[in-house]
C-alpha cells in the first residue's frame, strides 16, 4: 500500500506558477514510477507529466516547456513546477503511483485544486 498526499495547489493569475509536491508513505518509493494526472470538470482524467523511478519524464503536448516534473526519492516526494499557467489548465490535479513490477498497482492522490484566472 502507498499512500499519497498533495499539496500546493491554490489560485494563481494567468502567465503564474504553482508548485504540487506529492508525499508518499507507505511503501519503497523508489520501486514506483510517478504520474501527475489532471481532471477539469466534465472532462476525463488525463495524463499531465510522468516519472519513471529512474527519473525518465514524459509530457502531454498542452504543457511541454512549461511544467517540469521531478522526483527526490530521499524524500519520498515527487513535484511538478508548473509555469505560465494558462486558464485551461484550472483542474484538480492527482498525483498516481503505479509499481513497477506489477503494472496493476497502482495508487491515487486525493487530489489538490488549481485554478488560474485570466
Known amino acids: 500500500q502507498v499512500q499519497l498526499v498533495e499539496s500546493g495547489g491554490g489560485l494563481v493569475q494567468a502567465g503564474g506558477s504553482l508548485r504540487l509536491s506529492c508525499a508518499a508513505s507507505?511503501?519503497?518509493?523508489?520501486?514506483?514510477?510517478m504520474g501527475w494526472y489532471r481532471q477539469a470538470p466534465g472532462k476525463q482524467r488525463e495524463l499531465v507529466a510522468g516519472?519513471?523511478?529512474?527519473?525518465?519524464?514524459d509530457y502531454a503536448d498542452s504543457v511541454k516547456g512549461r511544467f517540469t516534473t521531478s522526483r527526490d526519492n530521499a524524500k519520498n516526494t515527487v513535484y511538478l513546477q508548473m509555469n505560465s499557467l494558462k486558464p485551461e489548465d484550472t483542474a484538480v490535479y492527482y498525483c498516481?503511483?503505479?509499481?513497477?513490477?506489477?503494472?496493476?498497482?497502482?495508487?491515487w492522490g486525493q487530489g489538490t485544486q488549481v485554478t488560474v484566472s485570466s
Open positions: 498516481n503511483a503505479r509499481f513497477v513490477f506489477n503494472r496493476n498497482l497502482d495508487y
Open positions: 507507505g511503501s519503497i518509493f523508489s520501486l514506483y514510477d
Open positions: 516519472i519513471t523511478r529512474g527519473g525518465s519524464t
